[in-house]
């Protein structure tokens, strides 16, 4: 079974300051990793994936963000956020083969400060 | 259609009631998720279907829930005898699972609240 963790809730941040949204998975097998973002009063919407190659994989919004196997995490990062970054993001993981089952974790609520 | 889409929108219903929500996915996904996502709980995952195989009930949280998928496309999620925490919007999500095409698709979700 799969599982991933979001350890920050909430992240308050000064608009071009730069921001990093932590994620840590744990998986028996080999997975895909996900990022989705949610705007207020939105619904999710891709923005970025992992599936093989290149650890560094880049997004929409000039996000991106680093497969790290060793310390399974997959951290989102932005060198400098704008106010209309803020919303809910969340990170995923799911099987590469077999049920592909995506599990999502909690959610971090990112909140770009004027 | 374009999108996954999901009907109602909104429902309010008195507890006890039953309640059906449907979800169209993308024509030609073959995967189907539910997932419920309360205030601070994150998504939390209800039931999977994929194909014709036997679906993923594992994320169901009692008896009273239970998922359809009529002819591998629209599928109906239906809560009985409704409970004031069963509150929350209920999400469903459609996806490929051929080779790398596995990105899900989401709908704007139904918001369910218990009165």
């Known amino acids: 079974a799969q599982s991933v963790t979001q350890l920050d809730s909430q992240v308050p941040v000064f608009e071009e300051a730069p921001v990093e949204l932590r994620c840590n998975y744990s998986?028996?097998?080999?997975?895909?990793l996900f990022w989705y973002v949610q705007y207020p009063n939105q619904g999710l919407q891709l923005l970025l994936k992992?599936?093989?190659?290149?650890?560094l994989v880049k997004g929409i919004n000039g996000f991106e963000a680093e497969f790290n196997k060793s310390q399974t995490s997959f951290h989102l990062r932005k060198p400098s956020v704008h106010i209309s970054d803020t919303a809910e993001y969340f990170c995923?993981?799911?099987?590469?083969?077999?049920?592909?089952?995506?599990?999502f974790g909690t959610g971090t609520r990112l909140k770009v400060l004027a | 259609g374009a999108g996954v889409s999901q009907s109602p929108s909104n429902k309010v219903t008195e507890k006890g009631k039953d309640v059906e929500l449907r979800c169209d996915p993308i024509?030609?996904?073959?995967?189907l998720y539910w997932y419920r996502q309360s205030l601070g709980q994150g998504l939390e995952f209800l039931i999977y279907f994929q194909g014709n195989s036997a679906p993923d009930k594992s994320g169901l949280p009692s008896d009273r829930f239970s998922a359809e998928r009529t002819g591998g496309s629209v599928s109906t999620l239906t809560i009985q005898r409704t409970q004031q925490e069963d509150s929350a919007v209920y999400l469903c999500?459609?996806?490929?699972?051929?080779?790398?095409?596995?990105?899900?698709?989401f709908g704007q979700g139904t918001r369910l609240t218990v009165v």
């Open positions: 999500a459609s996806s490929l699972t051929t080779g790398l095409n596995t990105e899900a698709f």
């Open positions: 992992y599936l093989s190659g290149s650890t």
């Open positions: 024509s030609g996904h073959t995967a």
């Open positions: 998986s028996s097998v080999s997975v895909y």
């Open positions: 995923a993981v799911s099987e590469t083969s077999g049920t592909y089952k995506y599990i």
